[in-house]
C-alpha cells in the first residue's frame, strides 16, 4: 500500500493536507496584517473614533472569516 506521509486520510488522498497548509497560510496571512495594520494606526496621528471602529470592524470581519474556513475544514475532514 503505497501511501504517502503526506495524506491525512486514505479517501480524501493530498488534498486534506494542501487544504490544511492553505488554512494556515491564511491564517498566519491575516494575524500578521492584522498586526501590522494595527501598528500602524497606532503609530499614525489622526486616530479619532471612527478610524478605531472601523480597525474593530475589520479585526472582527477577518477573524469571523476564519471561524468560518476553520469550521468549513474541520467539517470537511470529520472532525466535528
Known sequence: MGSSSL?????GGNFDFILLIISLAFTVGVIVTL?????????SKWI???????LFFAVGLS??????????????????
Open 35 to 43: 498586526i501590522l495594520i494595527t501598528r500602524h494606526v497606532m503609530k
Open 48 to 54: 479619532d473614533s471612527n478610524s478605531v471602529g472601523v
Open 7 to 11: 495524506e491525512v486520510s486514505v479517501g
Open 63 to 80: 477573524l469571523l472569516l476564519l471561524a468560518a474556513l476553520w469550521v468549513t475544514y474541520l467539517l470537511y475532514v470529520g472532525i466535528l
